[in-house]
């Protein structure tokens, strides 16, 4: 266990004994929808200037609390079964923010923020006060909102909107997170000059999310233009959402696909869609050179294990968030694996490099951080606690060891709510 992190307190819950597979596992799963693709949708609800209705979206702690967010500005959304009735009014302050840990409320809350007229203050769990906002802060400022953060570039802060954003160019460093830019972007179609957002700086992470960004945008009538590398323009105009169906999470669907890489078995995701932006199709290719195989039928997206787990040689930074999952898989190979280009994950939702690291050698294994990211050899594991950080990807990942490896704990799952509601009982159908 990393040093600090406050758990094995007298009244924690339980930890949560990973169940074993007996043998290789053989199930069909539904998975709940996307996250990043629920709270872009809220968002562009809420500047919609028609009523519009969210299919299938995520139900879980971050997709929560961007509707309270909305909600606060002055959105009215509205149940209607699992999906969401979202019908737009005035943004307007005062009001608060809880962004709890969710990166995307943290950053695509405050453009939207400036364009109301009032203060909305923002605030989360004490790792949102850690996780990076200053370079959107930075933008967002030169594009003419008045924010009050303390000087600290982070959490707590006051944004005193206006009514208006002026817009316009600006530049800044997204290597921290591709969030930066996706936040400006979503919200710039109600900018008046719209908005031309340049990063300069190290490598951008998380490519296919700013994909996403822009085709949920386009879907919506928003004019974007991706014709200069490294750059992206907004122009001034109306989104209308009307119906946006939400895909299923497939980030979410590595936990459920490595139980088929690591038991030898086979599963199952219903509804993968054969074309889409979403990180997780990456994991057609990165389970398969891990020793799997794929297949696409009526049913869904298939993944068989061979029973022969490999390591890999991996830059993850387009699908950083994938990286918890592909070390499980990795603490479990027959060869070694080298994780790079995730030097970003120190600042997600825990030190996600220090914590697995730290994890995976608690439990035998022979785990090594890098700068950008971890490498991890072949060592048998053994039984013990493996401590989740408040890391819903961690704790994912803490279930797929335990799968293999009899006796292993997972502190906190309850996290795991954080994307994916009642994770234990979807997990519970799998091994079954
Ligand atoms: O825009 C999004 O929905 C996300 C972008 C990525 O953030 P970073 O670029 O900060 O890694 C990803 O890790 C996060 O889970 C979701
Ligand atoms: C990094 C993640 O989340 P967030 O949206 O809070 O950045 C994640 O889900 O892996």
């Not at 597979?21 to 199930?27: D, K």
């Amino acid at each position: 266990m990393l040093p600090g992190y406050p758990v094995d307190m007298p009244n924690s819950a339980p930890h949560w004994p990973a169940p074993t597979a007996t043998g290789p596992l053989n199930a069909t799963v539904s998975l709940p929808g996307s996250k990043s693709m629920t709270n872009r949708a809220l968002v562009l609800a809420a500047l919609s200037e028609t009523p519009s209705v969210i299919r299938r979206p995520l139900r879980s702690r971050d997709t929560e609390l961007m509707a309270a967010a909305l909600r606060g500005l002055g959105t009215e959304l509205t149940d209607a079964g699992q999906d969401w009735s979202v019908t737009p009014a005035a943004l307007r302050g005062p009001t608060s923010v809880d962004v709890g840990n969710a990166g995307t409320v943290m950053r695509f809350v405050p453009p939207l923020a400036a364009l109301c007229n009032g203060d909305v203050s923002f605030d989360g769990d004490p790792r949102a006060r850690e996780r990076p906002v200053g370079p959107l802060l930075a933008a967002l400022r030169s594009l003419g909102v008045d924010i009050d953060d303390g000087g600290r570039g982070a959490l707590p802060l006051v944004i005193h909107g206006r009514g208006t954003v002026h817009g316009g160019p600006v530049t800044l460093d997204a290597s921290g997170s591709s969030q930066f830019v996706s936040a400006l972007l979503l919200s710039a179609p109600q900018f008046d000059k719209g908005v031309e957002v340049r990063h300069e700086g190290g490598p951008i992470p998380s490519q296919p999310h700013l994909d996403m960004t822009v085709a949920m945008l386009r879907d919506m009538g928003a004019q974007v233009d991706t014709s200069t590398p490294q750059m992206w323009r907004v122009a001034p105009g109306t989104v209308r959402a009307e119906e946006i169906v939400v895909e299923p999470d497939l980030s979410n669907a590595a936990p459920f696909l490595a139980a088929a890489l690591v038991t030898g078995g086979s599963v199952t995701v219903r509804d993968w869609p054969r074309e889409t932006t979403q990180p997780g199709d990456a994991l057609r290719e990165l389970f398969t050179r891990m020793g799997g195989e794929v297949s696409f039928d009526a049913a869904g997206l298939t993944l068989r294990g061979s029973g022969e787990i490999r390591g890999i040689d991996a830059d993850l930074r387009e699908v950083g968030e994938l990286t918890p999952t592909i070390a499980a898989v990795a603490a479990l190979a027959a060869t070694p694996s080298r994780l790079t280009g995730v030097a970003h994950l120190r600042r997600h939702e825990t030190d996600r490099i220090a914590a697995l690291v730290a994890e995976i050698n608690a439990l035998g294994g022979a785990a090594t951080e890098l700068a950008d990211g971890l490498t991890i050899h072949p060592a048998p594991l053994h039984s013990g606690v493996f401590h989740s950080y408040d890391d819903h990807r961690m704790a994912t990942s803490g279930a797929v060891i335990g799968l293999a490896v009899p006796g292993v704990e997972v502190e906190n799952i309850a996290t795991t709510g954080k994307t994916l509601p009642d994770f234990p009982a979807l997990w519970g159908e799998v091994v079954a």
